[in-house]
């Protein structure tokens, strides 16, 4: 080192690698790809994985975050479904509100189909239905709460102008509306989402499927049966998953539009597990709810894989 | 100085086996082409000098450092690759000048590099343009420019003018042959068209299936090859090969082709074929062997007679083919020497320039 | 000519029912955007459907009424976090991703289980692990378990993929570490992708409001969705400024979006195009 001079430096410095800390290059790969995937990995372990797991052991426990952990078998489960009428009202209200899926898909399928004609301002039209989607839920909920008032709510005005109705309805307020008020907010701002899923999924279509079909003699119909309806299944499938999480976690709208209410009539199971954990604070037995609710989600994910076709579950692994 | 040498190196995939065990000495200042047909494990030894591989067993060292473990980038070479692999969102000066960068040059002297490699491969209008603007030809040159920025131990090209148009690549190929005369870089280069191997070579490596089929110069690998494959492989069009059985007679030996040719065996070599009279064995003649015999040959002479199946005029040559047995042999005869397919033609191959093969191995007898 | 001119003739109904699908979809912004700056349906019957003397005063009632810089910033703080970890975080997946490695496909096995458990299916033992990492109450705590989408690593994997591998070896022999390959070479060439993580982890941050309800008491470290929210109840009746702060608070998450629409629904349809 002593008698070193600048080009020896120089070269060292340029040619000469560091002495690696892994000798072999393999490993040193190795090591590496899994530095670049451990922060990722590292986040859905601590926010996805250990919670799923750690929510499945508190289901099973006495806990509060005063008291130390106890055995509790099936205790919670039991309460659940024998005795909590509201566990059933939630339950039944999750369902029924999961209907906003299909019911959703249905229109934004139609609206695709007319959206992908070639017609003028096609992007227009696209953007405007697009619009609500990115819009904050809770903000959705507020405005669609004040759409629904009683007194200033611009729908009771356009009914009552229309002489459909005389007196002004409480949407939100009536055990017969409230939920399927919610509902509507809640299609309303999905509906473009879904649009643009098929959308891209219709022009994925490869056009020469309708010449050849049309060639056959197919009219427009059977060709929406045969070529649109069978093609489209993965993206009919994608937005009935999303469709179906959104169901589930829709707790923005129901949190700022009803609470629930009135009485229970929306109360969801995504806003009861809220209530029973932070404001009862029974955390085990909202754990036990939250395992319910996920394993629903889990079915009825997988019915819905079955009937789109049942082949979503491939993933091209390279 | 800077020599590569290959020890006894193997490349597996898994449980498939690409190279078999690679021995090679590059010297100093040398050109080397690894030529082969496509799969023969010569691209895979190129990624492995260049470490893109890794190796599975065996050694790689360039000089006397061993650098099977080591980085490409501590490794000092450069890489031409097959489509260039130039940054697209980078000027070409940013290109060339991009890995001078992280080897710690200062702006003045990557500048003068820079500009110096542009001008020596007159490139020097294009260096703010984008490599999207560039034609494929000044594309290339800017691949080139890269490397030769680097001054590096060795350069390595892989495939770089089979993405050219064939007259272009004609005049890269000398460019690059006149660049390497220049600055006399050691150069490990690949490809599969065995007339750029030839033109660039100072020695070719001939692949095949992972082995080496035979290293030698130019015209060593072209009138010695070692083996039926480097025999098929080099030149164009390729040697002639039959199948053939090798007899003596009462003044020496003779090669039997198809039930009517007997060709004797010219005094020289026959000591070295004695161990296969009596065997079948593979007969091989390059087409510019066989000669056109204008009127009737001498008696004894080793005549071949045959209607010409199909005629291609090159200009320079015409190129004849005609049948022996149910194989096609070409001729390469001078222009006009024959003028209608059906015609008989009467040739005369040269026979000091024969091959024979052993079937059973491949190898050269 | 004429066919031209069928063609539009055919196209009129097509036209009319989209139309009056995006009225429809547009009424609500209309509403609350005319009710802002009038206030007159929450005071007279019948409403006016034309905004008459539009002023700004419920908008100055509300910015005096409502801490809106805070919430404001609290939320551009938690949404520049999220942004910046999405980015980081998910282009070293991605391109770890897009390598052959021992170990690929439980990792794949892990990211793609992870993005069937809604966030909401673990909300009570990530509200607790939040709580015992002391991260209550922080922007931190509000961003960490949005720190990376799964989604969006699949969105840079995609992209990484396009390009050349040669590219790559390029730069590994001129001399790049792996993380200057990413940073050099494969981000400049994933610029759309880039664009995309950039977006959707915005707004998915600026519009969470759930994990910010569970985890903020501090009135102080509220974001915009709690703010809103919790003004809605805080005000005694629906008054003009109201509609006014929720204008404020919807406005630039939809201006964003504008801005970067094509970034925002290529991530929405990547899923769907790879079928």
Partial sequence: MGTATPEDAISGALRRPRRP??????????????????????????????????????????????????????????????????????????????????????????????????????????????????????????IWGWLYNEKVGLFNFVLRSLGIIDEPIAFLESFSTALAAVMTAAIWQILGFFMIILLTGLQNIPNHLYEAASIDGANRWRQFYRITLPLLRPAI???????????????????????????????????????????????????ALTVVMFLLFVAIAALANILTGGDAGKVDIN | MATVTLRSLYKSYDETEVVHGIDLQVAHHEFV??????????????????????????????????????????RDIAMVFQDYALYPHMSVYQNMAFSLQYRGYDKAEIRRRVTEAADVLSISELLERRPKQLSGGQRQRVAMGRAMVRDPKVFLFDEP?????????????????????????????????????????????????GNIEQIGAPDEVYSKPQSVFVAGFVGSPTMNLLPAELSAADDGLIVNLDRDIRLPVPPAKRSQYADFVGRRVVFGLRP?????????????????????????????????????????????????????IGETVTMLPEMDAMHLFDPASGKAI | MASRVMNNYRHWPIHTTLVIVCILMLVPFYWVIKTSLTGENLFNYPPSILPQNPNPYYYVDAWYFVPFARFFLNSVIVASMTIVANLILNALAGYALTRHFAGKRVVILILLSSMMIPFQATIIPAYLITRDLGLLNTPLG???????????I????????????????????????????????????????????IILSFIWSWNDFLWPLMIIR???????????????????????????????????????????????????TSGASKG
Avoid at chain 1, 32 to 42: E, H, K, R
Avoid at chain 2, 171 to 197: C, F, N, P, W
Wanted: charged share 20%; net charge neutral.
């Fill in chain 2, 288 to 340: 510019e062997n066989i000669l056109w015999s204008p009127g009737e040959p001498n008696d004894g002479a080793a005549v071949i007679r045959r209607t010409a199946d199909e005629i291609e005029p090159l200009g320079s040559d015409t190129l004849v083919f005609f049948s022996v047995g149910d194989r096609e042999v070409i001729g390469r005869l001078p222009p006009n020497s024959v003028r209608r």
């Fill in chain 2, 33 to 74: 082409v690894l030529v082969g047909p496509s799969g023969c494990g010569k691209s895979t030894t190129l990624r492995m000098i260049a470490g893109l591989e890794d190796i599975t067993r065996g050694e790689i060292w360039i000089d006397d450092t061993l650098v099977n473990e080591l980085e490409p980038q501590h």
């Fill in chain 1, 21 to 142: 800390l892994i000798a072999k290059r393999r490993h040193r790969q190795f090591v590496l790809t899994y530095l670049f995937l451990i922060p990722a990995l590292s986040i859905f372990l601590l926010y996805r994985l250990i919670p799923l797991g750690w929510n499945f052991v508190l289901s099973f426990q006495f806990w509060s975050p005063t008291k130390p952990a106890e055995f509790a078998g099936l205790v919670h489960y039991e309460e659940m479904f024998l005795f909590d009428d509201v566990f059933r009202v939630a339950l039944k209200n999750t369902l029924i509100y999961m209907l906003t899926a299909p019911i959703g898909i249905a229109i934004a399928l139609g609206l695709a189909l007319l959206v992908n004609t070639e017609i003028k301002n096609r992007g227009l039209y696209r953007t405007l239905i697009f619009l609500s989607y990115p819009l904050m839920p809770v903000g959705v909920g507020i």
């Fill in chain 1, 237 to 287: 499938f994608l937005c009935l998953i999303i469709g179906i999480i959104a169901s589930f976690t829709s707790f923005d709208l129901i949190f700022v539009m009803t609470n629930g209410g009135p009485g229970r009539a929306t109360e969801l199971l995504i806003t009861y597990i809220y209530k029973t954990a932070f404001q009862l604070g029974q955390f085990d037995y909202a754990g």
């Fill in chain 3, 142 to 152: 509000l961003a960490l378990p949005a720190f990376s989408h799964i989604v969006l």
């Fill in chain 3, 154 to 197: 699949f969105v840079f994997k995609a992209s990484f993929d396009a390009v050349p591998n040669s590219l790559i070896e390029a730069a590994r022999i001129d001399g790049l570490s792996e993380w200057k390959i990413i940073y050099k070479i494969m981000l400049p060439l994933a610029k759309p992708a880039v664009a995309t993580n």
């Fill in chain 3, 218 to 268: 501090d009135v102080n470290m509220q974001t915009l969705p709690l703010g809103l929210s919790s003004f809605q109840s805080y005000f005694e009746d629906t008054t003009g400024s109201l509609y006014a702060f929720s204008v404020m608070v919807l406005a630039p998450g939809l201006l964003v979006f504008l801005l970067a629409q094509k970034a925002f629904i290529r991530g929405l």
């Fill in chain 2, 161 to 209: 003018l089979s993405n050219l148009d064939a007259k272009l690549r004609v005049s890269m190929r000398g460019e690059i042959k006149k660049l390497h005369r220049r600055v006399a870089t050691t150069s490990i280069y690949v490809t599969h068209d065995q007339v750029e191997a030839m033109t660039l070579a100072d020695r070719i490596v001939i692949m095949n299936e």
